[in-house]
């Protein structure tokens, strides 16, 4: 099974900071991987598919690099429906697995 | 309006069965792969399983192999999952999610349901 580890675990930050955040691999998952948003008592929302590309309606503030086991995901300056908690996902071996998510709060 | 709809959730005791349902509108349902997944209270993400756009092909989480069954109804655009042998453990939000591409095996999850909540509990 390939574990995803994000880190770090919890980022705080101010509305209009730039947030990064990191997702690694136990292997190689080539560029399958994604990226969602979730807020409290919503659903999983995708931002990113493919390390870089960005789902349709999704603001050109986010953004997602990387392939192999190592990959960033980048919101370039922080607006205040951004604060979330974000998880990465794979796709190239079964099974499917989720990181443990990164949760972006307001400091 | 492009949805997708859970229903089917509830109270069971340990042991018992439920059998989840999903309905789906607003794209061409036969030519995705549909998935559940599904996310314990106040934990994250678990993929449980997925069904191929022709139904010929299933994947299950290892934690629910061998107790629950993913199908699917293209006449009526309904993706179902019968969890048997419940345990305290599965008690969580299922969510079901369409892949993005279609016919294409499993994709990023572009579309999710509301989600319907599980509690096996005595």
């Known amino acids: 099974e390939i574990v995803l580890t994000q880190s770090p675990a919890t980022l705080s930050l101010s509305p209009g900071e730039r947030a990064t955040l990191s997702c690694r691999a136990s292997q190689s998952v080539n560029s399958y991987l994604a990226w969602y948003q979730q807020k409290p008592g919503q659903a999983p929302r995708l931002l990113i598919y493919?390390?870089?590309n960005r789902a349709t309606g999704i603001p050109a503030r986010f953004s997602g690099s990387g392939s192999g086991t190592d990959f960033t995901f980048t919101i370039s300056s922080l607006e205040p429906e951004d604060f979330a908690v974000y998880y990465c996902q794979q796709r190239n071996y079964w099974p499917i697995t989720f990181g443990q998510g990164t949760r972006l709060e307001i400091k | 309006e492009v949805q997708l709809l859970e229903s089917g959730g509830g109270l069971v005791q340990p042991g018992g069965s439920l059998r989840l349902s999903c309905a789906a509108s607003?794209?061409?349902?036969?030519?995705?792969?549909m998935s559940w997944v599904r996310q314990a209270p106040g934990k994250g993400l678990e993929w449980v399983s997925t069904i191929e756009d022709s139904g010929d092909s299933t994947y299950y989480a290892d934690s629910v192999k061998g107790r629950f069954t993913i199908s699917r109804d293209s006449s009526t655009n309904t993706l179902y999952l019968q969890m048997n042998s419940l345990r305290a453990e599965d008690t969580a939000e299922y969510y079901c999610?369409?892949?993005?591409?279609?016919?294409?095996?499993?994709?990023?999850?572009?579309?999710w349901g509301q989600g319907t909540m599980v509690t096996v509990s005595s």
């Open positions: 999610a369409k892949s993005r591409v279609a016919a294409a095996g499993v994709g990023a999850f572009d579309l």
């Open positions: 607003g794209f061409t349902f036969s030519t995705y792969a």
């Open positions: 493919d390390a870089s």
